[in-house]
């Protein structure tokens, strides 16, 4: 099992706020929601039975990723592929270029 930094890093959309998980070596990041959403989205769920989808799109949990890697210097990284982990986190890989000496 994979060992992600326990501490949340704070990322500011214009959509909402998301917390975000990075793995200090696989070149991974998990993406939440802010707890509001999470309980909006557990709320909604348990009332619908479960028919009611109130997740946030991949595309904006994908957004938040790539604002997480610009502010932490990792500007130049790219986004290689997305997947829901389990409602409502989606964990992201990421490849970054090697610099030249």
Request: charged letters at 20%; hydrophobic letters at 35%; one cysteine or more.
């Amino acid at each position: 099992m994979r060992s992600y930094n326990q501490k949340a890093t704070i990322v500011k959309m214009p959509d909402e706020t998301y917390r975000l998980y990075d793995h200090p070596t696989d070149n991974t990041v998990i993406v939440s929601p802010g707890l509001g959403r999470v309980v909006a989205i557990g709320i909604t769920q348990g009332a619908t039975l479960g028919l009611a989808d109130a997740m946030t799109p991949e595309q904006r949990m994908e957004a938040a990723a790539r604002q997480h890697l610009a502010n932490t210097g990792r500007g130049a990284c790219s986004i290689t592929s997305g997947y829901l982990l389990v409602k409502p986190l989606y964990e992201f890989s990421y490849t970054c270029q090697q610099r030249e000496p």
